[in-house]
């Protein structure tokens, strides 16, 4: 049997992905629980059901017809027992009946061959855009056998790929990608194995021997840092993951500034965000917090961006 994977969304037009502009295959399941994370409907290894109480008629179709009786409540109240809901194996009754499209299945089941067939369609722009395809999630590395076979397809027909990962997985699982990658993205969230676990569930020594593994293969790298103001913007977090970056020779690092515009999303599943009180840093903020890697990484030529902007070394 073909080898399938579960998947959030393809993506056919980015320019933060990788270098000019590609395709963004986002794939179900992340082992991190991001406090602040702006894809919580890509954590669940699931297909899942979300709600969108803004455009819900209050019909009541989703109550009438779940066999499980899952749904329950109307408008902003509309709420979907995860644990009765039967969407991982096929269901789709309420999002079948529902006349505003309301209720939508989060994932799709579809084949390497699948996935690869739609991407290759823009092989062309690919080309002249200087892009190719990124592999995203979630996290690819929970789904190792469906990645693989997808990489080995996109090479076969010469596509360059990047991929965005955590890199919190068995090392044997990256270094299976690692041949057909031309670009890992990859974030570091916190210096401190502590903090790292209580922002995000797990510790960050798995992460960070795997990002060094990886530099010492001689694969390009680019770091993405979200900066979340209380949590890893201090001076001394940074300072440690410049020194880090040094140590390793990668040479290019991308801050990411907090935002609110995921936390809807949150309201479509029915769950709290935890940082909704959280600021969003100011660009002079991180400016500075730029300048400081480019001060630390002058000598050996790192580079950076806010935002995924390139801003010049003497801005």
């Known amino acids: 049997m073909a080898t399938k994977g579960l998947i959030a969304d393809i993506q056919k037009y980015s320019l933060q992905d990788g270098p000019g502009i590609r395709s963004t295959v986002f794939l179900k399941g ?6 602040w994370c702006h894809n919580p409907e890509m954590i669940s290894r699931k297909q899942l059901v979300w709600t969108n109480p803004r ?9 009438s017809v779940c066999p499980e009786n899952a749904v329950s409540g109307f408008g902003a109240e509309r709420a979907v027992d995860r644990d009765k809901c ?4 096929g269901c789709s009754k309420c999002v079948d009946v529902c006349p505003t499209k309301s209720i939508e299945t989060v994932g799709k089941w579809m084949t390497a061959e699948e996935v690869c067939r739609t991407l290759l369609k823009y092989q062309a722009f690919y080309r002249r855009a200087g892009g190719g395809v990124c592999i995203s999630g ?8 469906f990645v693989l076979e997808l990489l080995e397809r ?16 068995k090392w044997d699982i990256l270094a299976s990608f690692a041949p057909y990658v031309d670009l890992f993205l990859i974030d570091i ?51 440690k993951e410049a020194a880090f970056l040094m140590e390793h020779r990668i040479l290019r690092v991308d801050l990411l500034p ?8 949150y309201d479509k599943l029915n769950k709290l965000y935890q940082y909704m009180d959280c600021r969003e840093p100011t660009k002079t903020e991180m400016l500075t917090h730029l300048k400081l890697f480019q001060v630390m990484g002058k000598a050996m030529g790192l ?13």
């Not at 992340?30 to 406090?35: I, K, T």
Request: charged share 25%; hydrophobic share 30%; proline share 6%.
């Open 30 to 35: 992340c082992p991190l629980r991001c406090g």
């Open 55 to 63: 455009t819900c008629v209050q019909c009541g179709g989703c109550i």
């Open 86 to 89: 039967i969407a991982d194996q």
């Open 138 to 145: 979630g996290e690819p590395t929970l789904q190792p056998e």
């Open 154 to 169: 996109l090479k076969s027909e010469y596509v360059n790929v990047s991929m965005e990962t955590c890199a919190y997985s």
């Open 189 to 239: 969230k916190n210096m401190d194995p502590e903090k790292h676990r209580l922002g995000t569930g797990v510790s960050n020594e798995l992460i960070l021997e795997n990002i060094a593994k990886l530099a010492d293969m001689g694969k390009k790298i680019r770091i993405r840092t979200p900066i979340i103001p209380g949590y890893n913007d201090s001076l001394g977090n940074l300072r």
């Open 258 to 265: 907090f935002h609110l515009t995921g936390s809807f999303k």
């Open 303 to 315: 580079t950076g961006t806010v935002g995924g902007t390139d801003i010049p070394e003497d801005d």
